[in-house]
């Protein structure tokens, strides 16, 4: 029978997620340090107005001209960038996400590896098995690996890119509303919790991604090598966030290419905490072992979302 390790987190990455979005956080952090720097240097006086007697209004003056501004606006994405290090077209060698997207991919291979050697041996004639280590040198993993990182690092490049936007438009309203440095350091503060927010959702929905396509690629790579019938069973996570469309698949079988053309429409990767397990299927198409699929086809009717 398939494995399933969590019944929350079936694609079994929570701790892949929490390491990647800690690391993404610190690196927000050191770019809002960075910005806080950039502003800080920014030259400033204060304005005492007087507008009736004896109540004195502060107004700000920040003294920059507009090639200065160009400058800050170009010193702000530098230095997001550089945290982030999203400064070139394509991932630069190394580059901090791709270790997450690796492991995220291979923990989904060698997991659906165990799972249909499991299958297999239980069949009467056990055909060709590759063991973890076999999976991982075909081509398929570190093609599909660096896929994953290309991916990633679009949708990361793409909050960067967002992020020095909102925060160089937050110094540039603060400028122009004459506001004290404090209170665009507040708002500052605000614009890198919305980085923060996003960075939750990329991480959520690009390591789910990769762990979920080596589960399907596993599967049709047994079915197109080895000519053994495989699908994949639906497995949704039926948190109370679970879209009611992501909760009425559970158990459910469907071709590689059937969940995966799912998944690609719409925003259905977006924050999806859904999981696949290969399953093997008899000569009708038919799911030979159905005691999990039986099992979460039961567990629908429990889901309230
Ligand atoms: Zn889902």
Redesign the pocket.
């Known amino acids: 029978m398939p494995v399933v390790t969590s019944k929350t987190d079936p694609s079994n990455t929570a701790r892949i997620r929490k390491k990647a979005l800690a690391e993404y956080n610190q690196r927000l952090l050191v770019a809002r340090r960075g910005v806080f720097d950039l502003f800080k240097n920014i030259p400033r006086e204060r304005l005492v107005q007087r507008i009736i007697p004896n109540a004195n209004a502060t107004l700000w003056n920040y003294t920059l001209n507009d090639f200065e501004l160009s400058q800050l606006e170009r010193d702000i994405s530098m230095v997001i960038d550089t945290a982030l290090e999203t400064l070139t077209i394509i991932p630069p060698f190394g580059w901090w996400f791709a270790k997450y997207d690796e492991q995220a991919y291979r923990v989904g291979a060698l997991q659906e590896n165990i799972n249909i050697r499991q299958l297999l041996s239980a069949l009467p004639a056990a055909p060709i098995i590759l063991d973890g280590e076999q999976l991982l040198l075909r081509p398929f993993f570190n093609e599909n690996v660096s896929k994953e990182i290309v991916t990633s690092y679009r949708a990361i490049s793409g909050m960067s890119e967002r992020t020095s936007n909102r925060v160089f438009q937050t110094i540039v309203n603060g400028i122009n509303g004459n506001r004290s440095p404090r209170e665009i350091r507040k708002e500052l503060t605000d614009a890198f919790g919305i980085a923060s927010r996003d960075a939750k959702r990329i991480v959520n929905t690009e390591i789910n991604r990769a762990n979920n396509n080596a589960r399907t690629a596993t599967a049709q790579l047994y079915r197109d090598e080895f000519g053994i019938p495989t699908g994949v069973l639906h497995i ?1 996570a039926l948190l109370s966030t ?2 009611a469309s ?1 909760a009425a698949r559970h158990g459910n079988v469907y071709t590689p290419e059937q969940q995966n053309a799912w998944w690609s429409r719409n925003s259905n990767r977006i924050n ?3 999981s696949v397990r290969t399953v093997l299927l008899d000569d009708e198409g038919r799911v030979v072992e159905t005691a999990l699929q039986e099992r979460l086809i039961k567990q629908r009717p429990f889901f309230k979302g």
Do not use: I, Y
């Open positions: 949704s679970t879209r992501h999806c905490k859904c």
